[in-house]
Protein backbone atom coordinates (compact mmCIF):
# COMPACT_ATOMS: atom_id res chain seq x y z
CA UNK A 1 0.00 0.00 0.00
CA UNK A 2 0.87 3.62 -1.09
CA UNK A 3 1.29 5.66 2.23
CA UNK A 4 1.81 9.34 2.49
CA UNK A 5 5.41 10.46 1.98
CA UNK A 6 7.69 13.79 1.47
CA UNK A 7 7.57 13.09 -1.95
CA UNK A 8 3.92 14.15 -2.37
CA UNK A 9 4.27 17.09 -0.38
CA UNK A 10 2.36 19.88 -1.92
CA UNK A 11 4.32 22.67 0.49
CA UNK A 12 1.01 23.49 1.73
CA UNK A 13 0.35 22.47 4.75
CA UNK A 14 -3.03 22.07 5.17
CA UNK A 15 -3.57 20.09 1.59
CA UNK A 16 -0.86 17.93 2.91
CA UNK A 17 -2.45 17.06 5.94
CA UNK A 18 -5.95 16.16 4.26
CA UNK A 19 -3.84 14.24 1.89
CA UNK A 20 -2.49 11.89 4.43
CA UNK A 21 -5.88 11.36 5.91
CA UNK A 22 -7.09 10.38 2.41
CA UNK A 23 -4.20 8.07 2.01
CA UNK A 24 -5.60 7.05 5.64
CA UNK A 25 -8.85 6.07 4.46
CA UNK A 26 -7.01 4.10 1.44
CA UNK A 27 -5.30 2.43 4.01
CA UNK A 28 -8.49 1.05 5.57
CA UNK A 29 -9.73 -0.26 2.80
CA UNK A 30 -6.62 -2.38 2.08
CA UNK A 31 -6.69 -3.78 5.79
CA UNK A 32 -10.13 -4.62 4.02
CA UNK A 33 -9.40 -6.59 1.61
CA UNK A 34 -6.68 -8.30 3.12
CA UNK A 35 -8.59 -9.59 6.28
CA UNK A 36 -9.39 -13.37 5.77
CA UNK A 37 -12.07 -13.27 8.57
CA UNK A 38 -13.85 -10.60 7.45
CA UNK A 39 -16.31 -12.61 4.99
CA UNK A 40 -19.14 -10.33 4.32
CA UNK A 41 -17.65 -7.37 3.33
CA UNK A 42 -20.55 -5.21 1.58
CA UNK A 43 -21.26 -3.30 4.79
CA UNK A 44 -17.71 -1.95 5.73
CA UNK A 45 -17.46 -1.66 2.09
CA UNK A 46 -20.15 0.56 1.85
CA UNK A 47 -19.18 2.50 5.34
CA UNK A 48 -15.29 3.14 3.78
CA UNK A 49 -16.67 4.24 0.40
CA UNK A 50 -19.22 6.81 2.04
CA UNK A 51 -16.46 8.00 4.32
CA UNK A 52 -14.40 8.21 1.24
CA UNK A 53 -16.55 10.28 -0.82
CA UNK A 54 -17.58 12.28 2.36
CA UNK A 55 -13.71 13.55 3.08
CA UNK A 56 -12.72 13.59 -0.58
CA UNK A 57 -15.73 16.71 -1.24
CA UNK A 58 -14.54 18.27 1.93
CA UNK A 59 -11.10 18.18 1.09
CA UNK A 60 -11.72 19.61 -2.50
CA UNK A 61 -13.55 22.26 -0.92
CA UNK A 62 -11.26 23.58 1.16
CA UNK A 63 -8.07 23.02 -1.54
CA UNK A 64 -10.61 25.16 -4.09
CA UNK A 65 -10.99 27.63 -1.17
CA UNK A 66 -7.27 28.18 -0.91
CA UNK A 67 -6.92 27.76 -4.89
CA UNK A 68 -9.56 31.39 -4.98
CA UNK A 69 -7.69 33.00 -1.84
CA UNK A 70 -4.45 33.33 -3.55
CA UNK A 71 -6.16 33.55 -7.23
CA UNK A 72 -4.60 30.51 -8.86
CA UNK A 73 -5.35 31.08 -12.34
CA UNK A 74 -5.35 27.32 -13.03
CA UNK A 75 -8.87 26.65 -10.49
CA UNK A 76 -11.20 26.25 -12.82
CA UNK A 77 -9.43 23.17 -14.29
CA UNK A 78 -8.63 21.85 -11.07
CA UNK A 79 -11.81 21.82 -9.80
CA UNK A 80 -13.15 20.29 -13.49
CA UNK A 81 -10.65 17.10 -11.90
CA UNK A 82 -12.00 16.86 -8.53
CA UNK A 83 -15.88 17.13 -9.62
CA UNK A 84 -15.00 14.57 -12.68
CA UNK A 85 -13.74 12.58 -9.03
CA UNK A 86 -16.14 12.88 -7.37
CA UNK A 87 -18.96 11.73 -10.30
CA UNK A 88 -17.08 9.04 -10.72
CA UNK A 89 -17.32 7.77 -6.85
CA UNK A 90 -20.98 8.66 -6.95
CA UNK A 91 -21.30 6.38 -9.80
CA UNK A 92 -20.17 3.42 -8.43
CA UNK A 93 -22.58 1.25 -9.06
CA UNK A 94 -23.27 -0.75 -5.25
CA UNK A 95 -25.16 -3.43 -7.14
CA UNK A 96 -22.02 -5.10 -8.02
CA UNK A 97 -20.01 -4.95 -4.82
CA UNK A 98 -22.43 -8.42 -3.54
CA UNK A 99 -21.30 -10.79 -6.44
CA UNK A 100 -17.49 -10.39 -5.81
CA UNK A 101 -16.06 -8.34 -2.87
CA UNK A 102 -12.77 -8.55 -3.21
CA UNK A 103 -12.54 -8.08 -6.72
CA UNK A 104 -14.76 -4.86 -6.69
CA UNK A 105 -12.87 -3.76 -3.70
CA UNK A 106 -9.63 -4.26 -5.63
CA UNK A 107 -10.67 -2.44 -8.62
CA UNK A 108 -12.00 0.32 -6.89
CA UNK A 109 -9.23 0.65 -4.68
CA UNK A 110 -6.94 0.37 -7.66
CA UNK A 111 -9.02 3.60 -9.37
CA UNK A 112 -9.02 5.78 -6.54
CA UNK A 113 -5.39 5.15 -5.08
CA UNK A 114 -3.62 5.60 -8.89
CA UNK A 115 -6.13 8.90 -9.38
CA UNK A 116 -5.30 10.55 -5.81
CA UNK A 117 -1.62 9.68 -6.72
CA UNK A 118 -1.52 11.68 -9.87
CA UNK A 119 -3.31 14.15 -8.93
CA UNK A 120 -1.26 14.76 -5.92
CA UNK A 121 1.97 14.59 -7.96
CA UNK A 122 0.89 15.96 -11.06
CA UNK A 123 -1.62 18.58 -9.98
CA UNK A 124 -1.93 19.31 -6.67
CA UNK A 125 2.12 20.08 -6.85
CA UNK A 126 1.70 22.93 -9.16
CA UNK A 127 -0.17 24.77 -6.30
CA UNK A 128 1.52 27.79 -5.09
CA UNK A 129 2.53 28.35 -1.23
CA UNK A 130 1.83 31.76 -0.68
CA UNK A 131 2.93 31.73 2.40
CA UNK A 132 6.56 30.43 1.34
CA UNK A 133 9.51 33.00 1.63
CA UNK A 134 11.70 33.50 -1.52
FE1 LIG B 1 -6.56 18.83 -6.09
Redesign the pocket.
Known sequence: MNSWSEKYSTNVELIDTQHKKLFEILDQCYELLLNPICLDKYDKILHILDELKEYTSYH?KC?EEYQLSIGYTKFLS?KV??DEFIKRLNDVNLSEIDNDQDKYLNSLLDFVQKWIVE?ILY??KEIPNNTKKS
Request: no cysteine.
Open positions: FEHMHHVD
